[in-house]
């Protein structure tokens, strides 16, 4: 098929934004294999000594277990407590609950670095500054916005009446959410545990107000070292992650296939 | 069973996050205004002193431009991408959605690094140009408001495509079809008869980036080397330089606003519900 220019454009254009979205995070991968001690280029030849200083240095290792971690805590509680809410929401579908779904968002709209002023006024008052529970209960607020809004996109191919079966075959309330809404609603489910661990796993600026020594994140080791400004260590750290980034979205490819 | 009971029983579900919510974030958020109206003292000094200053009134600018900047670049960039994929079916339409999620799932850290790595004065895009002879002295990409615009519009660029991809996924094509073959040229075909049905995704997709953007802080503060003092930038260094809490919430107090008024005006274009509230 002849293609005309409008078409050509909007291809050749597409590919090209695409290339740009995509190339600089791969810029990471030459810069890691650098042999020499600041960040660039390799210059004589290929060197690991910077994946070596990551995976032997328990700075970086410990960083790197907290932010797993704690990226697992968040993502379990804000799952638990988001679902319920969700389809909570979801069976009252009414004026308040809508507001409620409101409220449950707000930390997407305001800005970061105005919430954890919030955080870290808080934190000093209950104690939780440079505490892990601090850095939980802060990331599972941010997560929770995420996990609402994917279970309740699931929800809404639910058609009413099942549940109502349920109900009306004498179901209480709870076995009803447990065994017919739950399992509706697990795609959105499993979508909102990922994002709310990637949510955690990534923040930086909260951690940064409520964090002084004791609590270090991968985020926080990461950006200590741009502020530093020498140490290749984050071009291996950040082509690791990027390349469990690749790997994890090639599968989600091939299994949608 | 009672009717009200039933209810009970559904915000019972709904209680425990909203609970926390409410309690660790939404009181936290509301003491910002509270420090902004009596630190050091009960009164309205710091807004005085805000207003009268004309470091905030540069940043604010600086803040309004670079969110705008952005958004129209992350709108043209990526509307295109956005039309590719929802018209042209090819065996690559699924790799192209792939690609454009991708970045979502690396933090903005690492790829606010990515550009520090390209456009530093040594950095690769410098070093090639200098290799093929095309320059002689480094270019200044980094720590000025070019490599700020660069980096925020590769960040928020996925914002921007997404919202529009799934407003053009639900726009039939009979319309521009029954153009065509009524004698329209391909480009009027669009102008006239596609591109007004894709307004609703471009809007919800500008008021996401511009929102996100207005309060931005890893990004410009990593590539705007201390150069490009956005709010956010310019709170962190009156509370952490300077100690000075009742600046620093104030500024607080007023980008919130300013997130306010735009969220505001912008619900009379877009539909804020399927915008924010019913993402997909």
């Known amino acids: 098929m002849q293609r005309s220019a409008f078409q050509i454009f909007f291809q050749t254009g597409a590919w090209t934004v695409i290339a740009f979205l995509v190339l600089p995070l791969l810029v990471v991968l030459p810069i890691s294999f650098t042999d020499t001690s600041y960040i660039g280029l390799p210059k004589e030849g290929l060197s690991l000594q910077h994946y070596v200083n990551y995976f032997t240095d328990p700075k970086w290792l410990g960083a790197t277990w907290t932010s797993v971690w704690i990226g697992v805590v968040v993502a379990t509680c804000a799952t638990v407590l988001g679902t319920a809410f969700a389809i909570g929401c979801w069976f009252l579908s009414d004026r308040a609950s809508s507001i409620a779904r409101w409220v449950l968002i707000t930390p997407i709209l305001v800005p970061p670095v105005v919430q954890s002023l919030g955080f870290y006024r808080f934190w000093v008052v209950l104690g939780l500054i440079d505490t892990h529970v601090g850095v939980i209960l802060a990331h599972t607020l941010l997560a929770l916005p995420y996990v609402s809004i994917s279970v309740f996109a699931a929800l809404t191919n639910l058609d009413r009446n099942i549940p109502r079966a349920a109900r009306s075959l004498g179901a209480s309330v709870m076995q009803t959410v447990w065994a017919v809404v739950v399992p509706a609603a697990k795609p959105g489910i499993a979508t909102g545990f990922i994002f709310a661990f990637i949510v955690s796993f990534d923040e930086i600026v909260g951690v940064l107000f409520i964090t002084v020594r004791r609590v270090s994140t991968l985020p926080k080791m990461i950006w200590e070292g741009i502020q530093d400004n020498i140490d290749p260590t984050i071009a291996a750290v950040a082509t690791v992650l990027v390349v469990i980034t690749l790997v994890a979205t090639a599968i989600g490819v091939m299994r949608k296939k | ?280």
Not at chain 2, 137 to 164: K, Q, S
Not at chain 2, 248 to 254: K, M, W
Request: hydrophobic share 60%; charged share 10%; aromatic share 12%.
């Open chain 2, 1 to 280: 069973m009672p009717r009200i009971n039933e209810k009970v029983s559904y915000w019972m579900l709904v209680a425990p996050a909203l609970a926390i919510m409410v309690i660790f974030y939404i009181v936290p958020v509301l003491g910002i205004w509270k420090i902004a109206f009596t630190e050091p003292e009960t009164g309205v000094a710091n807004f005085v002193a805000m207003a009268g200053s004309n470091a905030v009134k540069t940043s604010f600018i600086i803040t309004f431009r670079v969110a705008a900047i952005t958004t129209i670049g992350c709108l043209i960039l990526g509307y295109i991408v956005a039309y590719a994929i929802s018209n042209f079916a090819s065996k690559f339409t699924p790799l192209m959605v792939a690609l454009v999620i991708l970045p979502f799932w690396v933090s903005v850290l690492i790829r606010s690094f990515s550009w520090i790595v390209l456009l530093g004065r040594s950095g690769i895009v410098n070093d090639t140009l200098k290799g093929a002879g095309l320059i002689d002295a480094p270019l200044r990409l980094m720590h000025n408001e070019t490599g700020v615009l660069i980096a925020m519009i590769h960040v928020m660029l996925p914002f921007a495509i997404l919202p529009m991809l799934t407003n053009m996924r639900g726009i039939s094509g009979a319309y521009v079809q029954a153009a065509r073959s009524l004698g329209a040229s391909e480009w009027t075909a669009f102008r006239q008869v596609y591109f007004p049905q894709t307004m609703p995704g471009v809007m919800s997709g500008a008021l996401l980036v511009f929102v996100l953007s207005l309060g931005f802080f890893v990004t410009p503060a990593l590539l705007g080397g201390g150069r490009v003092l956005m709010i956010s930038e310019y709170i962190t260094y009156q509370i952490q330089e300077f100690l000075n809490w009742g600046l620093g919430s104030a500024l607080s107090v007023a980008l919130l606003i300013a997130t306010a008024l735009v969220l505001l005006i912008a619900a009379r274009f877009v539909n804020l519900r399927s915008a924010l509230l019913e993402r997909k």
